[in-house]
Nanobody, 121 residues
Framework: QVQLVESGGGLVQPGGSLRLSCAAS????????MGWYRQAPGKQRELVAR???????NYADSVKGRFTISRDNAKNTVYLEMNSLKPEDTAVYYC???????????????WGQGAQVTVSS
């Protein structure tokens, strides 16, 4: 019953901004790592950014200085603020999280459904 639901994708012009959200729901014990991946047509899925429960982050070199990942642990939600967007940022963005179900002692990995981000003039 645990799932990740993404929102906030859309069309934006180069240089513009967009914010993605991903909320986990269900019988959640706790969430460790949360992150964002993206996959462009014909390309391999790549890690964009990730954040640990304590707030530490890392980013792909291609988005450093432009994207910011954050999380609201009380809402079980991770965000990706994307600024200075470029056409090469166009992709389907997937959120990902390591989540421990309330009734289990270990973490499973979950994926969101994907959100299309298109950067074009």
């Amino acid at each position: 019953q645990v799932q990740l639901v993404e929102s906030g994708g859309g069309l934006v012009q180069p240089g513009g901004s967009l914010r993605l959200s991903c909320a986990a729901s269900g019988s959640i014990g706790d969430i460790n790592l949360m992150g964002w991946y993206r996959q462009a047509p014909g390309k391999q899925r790549e890690l964009v950014a990730r954040i640990v429960s304590g707030g530490g982050t890392n980013y792909a070199d291609s988005v450093k200085g432009r994207f910011t990942i954050s999380r609201d642990n009380a809402k079980n939600t991770v965000y990706l603020e994307m600024n200075s967007l470029k056409p090469e940022d166009t992709a389907v963005y997937y959120c990902n999280a390591d989540i421990r179900r309330r009734d289990l002692s270990y973490y499973d990995n979950y994926w969101g459904q994907g959100a299309q981000v298109t950067v074009s003039s």
